[in-house]
């Protein structure tokens, strides 16, 4: 059974740390591009952070220089290291497994998501 358990989520002070895990089981990270995206209250999810299978990293604007994508594949893990947090990132996350716009978990066009891990950026 393909799936995936998101973690790391919480509550978190403005310029606080968090980092977030994806860990799959039933697919090989290796061969995917992995996906964090995240859906605020009453926003459109959003693509956040992406890394490919050769190790190259896109983020959105918003997030630039502030979160860090990893992976390893030896775990079937990604991460997702969020600094300097702002309370406008308050969402819950997600991730997803891709190659060419197939996802891995149902093999099927476009993202697939599962619980995601609620972030809290809040005094």
């Known amino acids: 059974q393909v799936q995936r358990v998101e973690s790391g989520g919480g509550l978190v002070e403005p310029g606080g740390s968090l980092r977030l895990s994806c860990a799959a089981s039933?697919?090989?990270?290796?061969?995917?591009?992995m996906d964090w995206y995240r859906q605020a209250p009453g926003k459109q999810r959003e693509l956040v952070a992406e890394?490919?299978?050769?190790?190259?990293?896109n983020y959105g604007n918003s997030v630039m220089c502030r979160f860090t994508i990893s992976r390893d594949n030896g775990k079937n893990t990604v991460y997702l290291q969020m600094n300097s947090l702002k309370p406008e990132y308050t969402a819950v996350y997600y991730c997803?497994?891709?190659?060419?716009?197939?996802?891995?978990?149902?093999?099927?066009?476009?993202?697939?998501w599962g619980q995601g891990t609620q972030v809290t950026v809040s005094s």
């Open positions: 039933g697919i090989s990270c290796r061969f995917y591009t």
């Open positions: 997803n497994a891709e190659i060419n716009g197939i996802n891995g978990y149902d093999d099927r066009p476009g993202p697939h």
């Open positions: 890394i490919s299978t050769d190790g190259s990293e």
